[in-house]
């Protein structure tokens, strides 16, 4: 499965717990030495470069992941990121162009490589982290949640689709306030996607809450 972006503590969390798990974990990040961290801490994942925002580069990881794995099961989508603040005026072109980027861009390269496979697994699995933001969106944040909208939204397509021709797979939306302090409850959530029982739906929008406290 793919891990993307793996050099985050979050990604790293997770990547942790699923190779853990016995998952073979493909950990994809844009800088080099980050990845090399990543691998040096789980030993048993393959680390990727990629900068997910072109789809070029993420047609060429495709290719290369194909050739050298085969089709994945599982594409964790943790790449994130956050600018805002000075109301609706404040919200300015190169943070929109930042996070459509990021958080969107990064998103739909990714799925439009890897969703076949998706659909061709046994147990097919796409999970996305989101915010608790859109239930009560701030002008300070509106380029934020808007992305993250967008994001939602992308994902419920693909659910759709799961349900119409893969009733086997199924994709989840994580929520959070602030993702600082919950990596290892995710990386749990996560791990335990492919335990659930995927006709029961092939969406689901999941709070993430730290059960330690």
Request: glycine residues 10%; hydrophobic residues 45%; negative net charge.
């Amino acid at each position: 499965m793919i891990i993307a972006v793996a050099t985050s503590a979050a990604g790293i969390a997770v990547s942790a717990e699923l190779a853990a798990a016995g998952a073979r974990v493909l950990a994809v990040g844009s800088n080099a030495e980050r990845v090399r961290t990543l691998t040096d801490q789980v030993p048993d994942a393959v680390g990727y470069v990629c900068d997910l925002s072109r789809f070029d580069e993420v047609t060429g990881l495709g290719e290369r992941i194909h050739t050298e794995h085969g089709r994945i099961d599982g594409l964790i989508h943790l790449v994130g990121g956050w600018r805002g603040g000075g109301g609706l005026a404040g919200q300015t072109d190169q943070d929109w162009q930042f996070l459509h980027s990021r958080v969107f861009t990064t998103l739909r390269n990714t799925t439009r490589v890897f969703v076949d496979d998706l659909h061709a697994s046994d147990a097919g699995r796409l999970a996305i982290v989101s915010t608790t933001t859109l239930d009560r969106p701030t002008p300070g944040g509106a380029n934020y949640a808007a992305v993250k909208a967008a994001a939602e939204t992308w994902v419920r397509a693909i659910a759709n689709g799961f349900e119409k021709s893969a009733p086997a797979a199924s994709a989840t939306i994580f929520v959070v306030r602030s993702l600082d302090g919950l990596e290892s409850r995710l990386a749990t959530e996560v791990t335990a996607l492919w335990d659930a029982d995927a006709a029961s739906g092939s969406l689901s929008r999941v709070p993430l809450v730290d059960t330690a406290n």
